[in-house]
């Protein structure tokens, strides 16, 4: 059973930052392509970001690109989302999850099947 543990969300004004955490508890966990994604208020999930396994190579979201930055230590099964200049659109519950199906694109939400319980991040204007 793979668990997935967000942490370091909080309320920021904007212009702010955070650094959100993710812990994963995956056999292998250097073998995973690792992603965040978002959802908010009255809003489908979305894609952000992903990281390759090796931490070499990163996509994002037009709607962060420039700000956030996705990062990862295979031995520490971790993952991180460095979160800069926040907008109050960033408002959101942020979640981490392997990409098991590398055959799709990241921002395709059959890529992926596990998340965590999410970390809440508030901005505010």
């Known amino acids: 059973q793979v668990q997935l543990v967000e942490s370091g969300g909080g309320l920021v004004q904007a212009g702010g930052s955070l650094r959100l955490s993710c812990v994963a508890s995956?056999?292998?966990?250097?073998?995973?392509?690792m992603s965040w994604s978002r959802q908010g208020p009255g809003k489908e999930r979305e894609f952000v970001a992903v990281?390759?396994?090796?931490?070499?190579?990163?996509n994002y979201a037009d709607s962060v690109k420039g700000r956030f930055t996705i990062s990862r230590d295979n031995a520490k099964n971790t993952v991180w989302l460095q979160m800069n200049r926040l907008k109050p659109e960033d408002t959101a519950v942020y979640y981490c999850g392997p990409k098991v199906r590398p055959f799709y694109t990241d921002s395709d939400r059959r890529a992926y099947d596990s998340w965590g319980q999410g970390t809440q991040v508030t901005v505010s204007s």
């Open positions: 990281i390759s396994r090796n931490g070499s190579i990163t």
């Open positions: 995956l056999r292998a966990f250097q073998n995973y392509i």
